[in-house]
């Protein structure tokens, strides 16, 4: 199994900048895809963006030109930079990864959100 730990959500005045990383730790062989979902109040959760294996990227396109998905191979680590940051960014951010254990199919794990909240 994979544990994901998120961090460096919070508070951001709008145009603001704020990183948030997702660490997997446990056993596991490698790791296919890690992506980031967000879950704003009254709405279904929906993907920002990911990154492959192969460092494809991937995003959606309110994000398009604003955020920058990132890994740290070494760290089984990934990266979500927020730029220029909008009032409707608002949101929990969830990280997601999809890992290949030793034995067995994929696994898709989830984070377990931070809050990025917009706002002057």
């Known amino acids: 199994q994979v544990q994901l730990v998120e961090s460096g959500g919070g508070l951001v005045q709008p145009g603001g900048s704020l990183r948030l990383s997702c660490a997997a730790s446990g056993r596991f062989f490698s790791i296919s895809k890690m992506g980031w979902y967000r879950q704003a109040p009254g709405k279904e959760r929906e993907l920002v963006g990911f990154i492959t294996s192969a460092g494809t990227t991937q995003y959606a396109d309110p994000v398009k030109g604003r955020f920058t998905i990132s890994k740290d191979k070494t760290r089984n680590t990934a990266y979500l930079q927020m730029n220029s940051l909008k009032p409707e960014d608002t949101a929990v951010y969830y990280c997601?990864?999809?890992?290949?254990?030793?034995?067995?199919?994929?696994?898709?794990?989830w984070g377990q959100g931070t809050q990025v909240t917009v706002s002057s």
């Open positions: 997601q990864c999809i890992h290949n254990p030793y034995v067995g199919t994929p696994i898709l794990s």
